[in-house]
């Protein structure tokens, strides 16, 4: 922070007169008035409180900010950066878990501001003083105050001018609340550090993006939906240097719209409220900002870190000179770092050239309109209310790049009638506006485990009825099937050749051509393994079509790209890292055992298939009759395992075929899939069976 307060002192000093600020309803900052201002409200909150202490900043975006945040630090405070206006529960939360000294709203500023007279030549910005206090989203669980020190303020903000993303002549154009970590770093951090200029609105529209061009703004921070919807509008002529997006992911095609009809850069930031800036991406890829290091590791692997291979997809771990030192309030016990990094719950992939992609995301939060929703903390609002007993939050898309809040509800009592216009305000005296859910809906009951934890998901349909004891749990069972496959991926392909004698290459390739995959198609292979149906498939699409083999774990991904596979994606089916209607065609063979909710999974699938895309299932299905059920498991559970073994030559072979024997026989029947299939939306859907107990299904995306 001492470097942002000397450069303000540094740029007073040589254009006092310079605007620096230009608030939503025109009012204007100078460097000698922030200067003056900054140090005379210092001054009234050291007799107020001790150093070291917090103190809520709760003024609007603008030169009030500033002006706040900059007095705060300045007196050896942290500043806790909140929302004007903020709803009273969070509020309450802030007092409650962080107890600051003072809350400097509108009004005592003003006060402060009135009663205090200080000049530029007495200002103390030569001192290093406090930090800031952001809320952060949470990655899992509740979200939690994170606290920047001084140092790691002033790191952030340099790796951005650092960048060249901000210059000193720029003008800033913004509508970031400057209490977000976004705002704070491109609408105050940054252009202070640098000598840049801000143009502050209080909301993004069409007509506000057209005033700031016409006012020669150079750099336009936004959202990916603001910046699609401004390159579709009739653009005046402008003198924009740069425009910067955040918050959620940018779409190829927002992007190439927009550099198309502005003829600049659209730079896509990459970033955390707990590490500040990560990356930025100027179209090729993301190149992390100085003093920033990003690890890939095995998103499944939560005791250690262990880095995935080279090309493989993985968790994004960051170490960053920027990053918070510690967590205050009631959730600072917790632990989110390893080893000195951060672990975003985001998934990537680093490209040949060393530059990274986001592929998906791990975690439960979700981006509106750029800004963060943990469901966990929007449930925990409408539980307040009386007649409310259970509230589930979830995202809705409504449009590509467009995504709403959704609550389902189960209420106190069935008698009860409570409409959703009534809950709806309710809600929104306690959450910010981004976060009040835009549906809601009522149910009778949750489904609930056996210890009466609700299940996120109402309906559950599990592929195996019944699975050995110390696999019921899905953490457990994740853990141990993660090992057993990495341990016996080079000898996989050898013990399922021997058990199918050879058959499986050409019963393969004749589903997949019977159920219409083409040369030039996409196709998905879920759950590859170690690639033999993605081999395949490229063989059948040709090298016009794509297929990207996809399966969570690292070691039989390694064997598939070993083997020629040429596009593979750590993890899991019940997340897939792709955009909506991204697939011709997604296949799954002998992979159903191993998630927790076919549902989920189909409707996965069926979120990134076209209009008219296909899915094929390929499954083993247990033999029936009083004579070839019993032949059958013994085949199975002893024969299989021990062939395994044999032509595998590795030991490690023999539990991945018992556990593979097992879950076939206590399988769900083929009625069970079909129905699945059928309720995430396929039609056409079909169950054919080969010898009796080799099961194929298909479905359609309907047009």
Not at 91 to 100: D, F, G, K
Not at 341 to 370: N, P, W
Not at 372 to 400: G, M, Q, T, W
């Amino acid at each position: 922070m001492n470097r942002l307060l000397v450069a303000l002192a540094e740029q007073c000093a040589t254009a006092p007169d310079r605007v620096r600020v230009t608030d939503p309803d025109g009012r204007e900052w100078t460097n000698r008035a922030l200067l003056n201002s900054v140090d005379a409200v210092s001054r009234a909150i050291e007799l107020r409180c001790a150093a070291g202490s917090f103190v809520a900043v709760s003024v609007p975006s603008g030169g009030h900010f500033w002006i706040a945040s900059l007095a705060v630090m300045l007196a050896g405070c942290d500043a806790v950066l909140m929302a004007n206006a903020a709803p009273g529960a969070m509020m309450e939360r802030v007092q409650r878990e962080l107890a600051p000294s003072i809350i400097i709203d509108s009004a005592l500023l003003a006060e402060l501001i009135h009663n205090s007279a200080a000049s530029a030549a007495d200002s103390k910005c030569t001192q290093p003083h406090g930090g800031i206090v952001l809320l952060s989203s949470g990655t899992t669980g509740v979200s939690r105050f994170v606290h920047r020190s001084p140092e790691a303020v002033d790191c952030v903000a340099a790796g951005l001018v650092d960048a060249q993303l901000y210059q000193p002549n720029d003008i800033v154009g913004s509508f970031l609340p400057m209490h977000h970590a976004y705002g704070c770093e491109h609408a105050f951090l940054a252009p202070l550090l640098c000598g840049a200029s801000v143009r502050q609105q209080a909301s993004f529209t069409i007509e506000g993006a057209h005033e700031f061009i016409s006012q020669g703004v150079t750099v336009l921070p936004l959202v990916p939906a603001a910046a699609a919807a401004l390159a579709s509008s009739v653009i005046p002529p402008h003198t924009l240097r740069c425009a910067v997006v955040a918050g959620s992911p940018l779409r190829k095609q927002v992007r190439t719209h927009f550099e198309r009809v502005f003829g600049i850069p659209l730079v896509d930031l990459y970033g955390a409220s707990e590490v500040g800036t990560i990356w930025l991406d100027r179209g090729t890829g993301g190149h992390p900002i100085a003093g920033v290091d990003v690890r890939l590791v095995d998103p499944l692997c939560r005791e250690s870190m262990i880095d995935v291979p080279t090309g493989a997809g993985g968790e994004l771990a960051v170490r960053s000179n920027a990053a918070f030192d510690r967590i205050v309030g009631h959730a600072g016990d917790q632990e989110p770092m390893q080893s000195g990094y951060f672990r975003t719950g985001d998934l990537g992939v680093r490209s040949a050239d060393g530059l990274f992609h986001i592929t998906g995301r791990e975690k439960l939060v979700f981006d509106v309109a750029g800004l963060k929703v943990n469901p966990y903390d929007i449930e925990a609002a409408i539980e307040e209310h009386p007649d409310v007993a259970v509230a589930l939050v979830e995202p809705v898309v409504l449009a590509d790049g467009l995504t709403r809040v959704a609550a389902s509800i189960e209420l106190t009592s069935p008698d009860i009638q409570l409409d959703a216009a009534t809950l709806r305000a309710f809600i929104a005296e306690r959450v910010p506006a981004h976060a009040v859910p835009r549906t809601i809906s009522f149910v009778k009951k949750f489904k609930r485990t056996a210890s009466g934890k609700v299940l996120r998901m109402a309906t559950v349909i599990p592929p195996v009825v019944a699975r050995p004891s110390q696999l019921r749990n899905r953490s457990d069972r994740e853990r141990w099937t993660q090992a057993l496959f990495n341990n016996s991926a080079m000898g996989y392909d050898r013990a399922n050749g021997a058990l199918l004698g050879g058959l499986g290459h050409s019963y393969r390739r004749r589903i997949l051509q019977a159920s219409g995959l083409r040369e030039g198609m996409s196709v998905l292979d879920v759950g590859s393994g170690t690639g033999m149906c993605a081999l395949l498939e490229q063989e059948i699409v040709g090298k016009s079509g794509r297929v990207v083999a996809l399966d969570p774990s690292s070691g039989m991904l390694e064997v598939a790209r070993t083997r020629g596979v040429r596009e593979t994606v750590l993890g899991a089916a019940e997340h897939l890292p792709f955009a909506s209607a991204s697939f011709d065609c997604v296949s799954m063979a002998y992979m159903l055992r191993h998630v927790e909710d076919m549902r989920v999974v189909f409707a996965e699938a069926r979120r990134v298939l076209r209009t008219g895309g296909r899915i094929v299932v390929l499954e083993v299905t247990a033999a029936r009759g009083t004579i070839a059920a019993p032949i059958f498991r013994f085949a199975m559970r002893h024969v299989a395992p021990a062939v395994g073994v044999l032509a595998s030559g590795r030991p490690s072979t023999f539990p991945m075929m018992r556990y593979w024997a097992e879950t076939v026989d206590d399988a769900v029947r083929p009625a069970v899939i079909v129905s699945a299939l059928e309720t995430a939306g396929f039609v056409g859907v079909r169950h054919a069976t080969e010898l009796s107990v080799m099961s194929y299904y298909r479905g359609v995306v309907p047009e």
